[in-house]
């Protein structure tokens, strides 16, 4: 049986497939990706399982229930990584739903549903900047516009494809459809303080957050530094500055989370006044309703600032997902799960961070089991977590699992 420790040193065999020497980076579609897929798949066949690559590069194992053929309980995460990245994030994930395939093995005959397994290829977006490229090519929402993505090379996501050995042509195949699953369950390290703080090894997630992402520019007038009175001036970083203090202002008091995570000014010439800067915002909260009232009160915010100061504000949105809740009925088998381990009241929290359920809660009902990682860093090398919490969460998931089994018959979407 896979225990915890075994686990954590999947994760580290894992750490080798880099495309850097220095730090952790595994982006789609990569040799580093074709490695981490290989062990995965070796992992899953020493767990018994039917191993396969889908047209999109996701790798998939499954072993049969009490009769071949029925539809599957899927459990996974992602494989891939952001650019020094820590350990953890994804790849527990994948690792511990092979450990628990093969602590179930011999009980699969009485199951009334099959075990799959799968390691998504691009959950991050690190190479062609759009996240969830595999899960969405799982859930049947590939869009062809997106073969037009490039990389910082200039590789297009065409390019890469065939590069890989994938066949562009046969993505619809990746799709999977309602009545192939009985749901998709993912464990994974919280990326937040929240269990840490609570002294507890596990959680369960109510929803995933739904965000939205924007370009934002301020537009003034680049001049003289010296020469110029504050009276005449159209400072444009000055007029973003007060942007971002505005934006955390209003997040903080409507109870969603903003961040501004990149600025470029120009011309960016130490004398002179910016005449224009650019500026990122992520923008996520617990309930759709929320993140929006959140973003028209700081587009109408940044709006009367500019305004004061004689510069212009635009903006174009880049991306935008929904909330997605975890089903109840997954949910309780997750809760189930946790009691399992002997924890008697199980904490539920919001998921700021995107997951590949929100692309399968498409096709299918998800659920999620939280791990407590240190001071709640992630996306970062300091990422960690303790054998003891991966041991809670692997009885966990294997009690989840058994609960939806025994107590309840496969049901596709609620």
């Known amino acids: 049986m896979t225990t915890a420790a075994e686990v954590l040193a999947r994760c580290a065999q894992l750490d080798r497939f880099s495309a850097s020497t220095t730090f952790l980076e595994r982006v789609y579609l ?13 992992w899953m066949r020493l767990a018994g399982m039917r191993t396969w690559v889908d047209a999109a590069g996701n790798q998939y194992g499954r072993v049969e229930g009490r009769e071949p053929g029925l539809p599957a309980l899927l459990l996974g995460s992602h494989l891939d990584t952001v650019p020094d990245a820590g350990s953890f994030d994804g790849m527990l994930g994948v690792v511990m739903a092979i450990a628990v395939a093969e602590r179930l093995r011999d009980r699969m005959p009485e199951l009334p549903f099959a075990l799959e397994v799968v390691g ?28 037009e993505l490039r990389d910082s ?23 999977r459809r309602p009545e192939e699953l009985v ?26 957050a739904g965000a939205r992402r924007f370009e934002l520019s301020v537009i003034g007038e680049a001049r003289h530094a010296g020469g110029t009175p504050y009276e005449r001036r159209k400072d444009a970083l000055q007029g973003a500055a ?37 500026f990122s915002l992520d923008l996520r909260a617990e309930a759709v309703a929320d993140r929006d009232a959140a973003w028209d009160a700081i587009s109408a915010e940044i709006s009367t600032l500019c305004a004061a100061r004689g510069t212009t504000f635009e903006w174009v949105q880049t991306h935008e997902a929904p ?6 009925w997954l949910t309780e ?65 294997e009690a989840a699992v058994l609960e939806l089994a025994l107590s309840r018959a496969p049901r596709g979407r609620a």
């Open 30 to 42: 990569s040799p580093e990706h074709a490695h981490a897929n290989a062990a995965t798949e070796e």
């Open 323 to 328: 909330t997605m809740p975890c089903a109840p």
């Open 153 to 175: 090379g200039g590789t297009t996501l065409l390019e890469a494809f065939h590069a890989f050995g994938l066949d562009p042509e046969r993505i619809g195949d990746a799709a």
């Open 183 to 208: 749901g998709y369950l993912e464990a994974h390290i919280e990326q937040g303080p929240f269990l840490e703080a609570a002294d507890v090894s596990l959680g369960y997630v109510t929803t995933i």
């Open 333 to 397: 088998a997750v809760v189930a799960g946790i009691r399992a381990t002997g924890d008697p009241a199980p904490i539920g929290l919001w998921s700021r961070a995107g997951h590949d359920g929100m692309a399968i809660g498409a096709v299918a009902d998800i659920g999620m089991l939280f791990l407590r990682c240190h001071d709640g860093i992630s996306h970062h090398p300091a990422e960690s977590v303790r054998e003891v919490d991966v041991a809670a969460g692997l009885d966990a998931l």
């Open 242 to 278: 007060s942007a971002i203090t505005a934006i955390e202002r209003i997040a903080r008091a409507a109870g969603v989370i903003a961040t501004v995570g990149q600025i470029e000014v120009q011309p960016g010439a130490v004398n002179v006044i910016a005449g224009r800067a650019d």
């Open 120 to 147: 998504f290829s691009d959950e991050e977006g690190t190479r062609f900047g759009k996240a969830l490229l595999g899960s969405c090519a799982a859930s049947g929402q590939w869009d062809p516009r997106w073969w």
